[in-house]
């Protein structure tokens, strides 16, 4: 069992950065792939940055719409996994989620809703213009 809980969501004018937090609970957590997926008003929720954790090598997945923009990290020792976001633009805004696997995530499959069983609650990132 993994519990997530999200922070460090706000408003910010564009350009502007944010760091989200994701404190995770369980013993566990460094077998576990962590992503970070958003929701939009009226809109599916989408996946916007993963990452694979093996050993001494971690592997980054993003979407094309934040790649060079957001960077995934994760430190099992804290139980923490954070995306730092920059040249954040006002189409960023969304409820921003934090998310767990016990698969292994791969560039063909990270991005998969299906794949993640444990949700945090969310926090809300609204860039504005």
């Known amino acids: 069992q993994v519990q997530l809980v999200e922070s460090g969501g706000g408003l910010v004018q564009a350009g502007g950065s944010l760091r989200l937090s994701c404190a995770a609970s369980?013993?566990?957590?460094?077998?576990?792939?962590m992503a970070w997926f958003r929701q939009a008003p009226g809109k599916e929720r989408e996946a916007v940055a993963g990452?694979?954790?093996?050993?001494?090598?971690?592997?980054?997945y993003y979407a094309d719409p934040v790649k060079g923009r957001f960077t995934i990290s994760r430190d099992n020792a804290k139980n923490t996994v954070w995306l730092q976001m920059n040249s954040l633009k006002p189409e960023d805004t969304a409820v921003y989620y934090c998310?767990?696997?016990?698969?292994?995530?791969?560039?063909?499959?990270?991005?998969?809703?299906?794949?993640?069983?444990?949700w945090g609650q969310g926090t809300q990132v609204t860039v504005s213009s």
């Open positions: 990452l694979r954790w093996s050993g001494a090598i971690t592997y980054n």
């Open positions: 998310a767990a696997s016990p698969a292994g995530l791969y560039s063909t499959n990270w991005f998969r809703l299906s794949l993640y069983d444990y």
């Open positions: 369980g013993r566990t957590f460094s077998s576990y792939g």
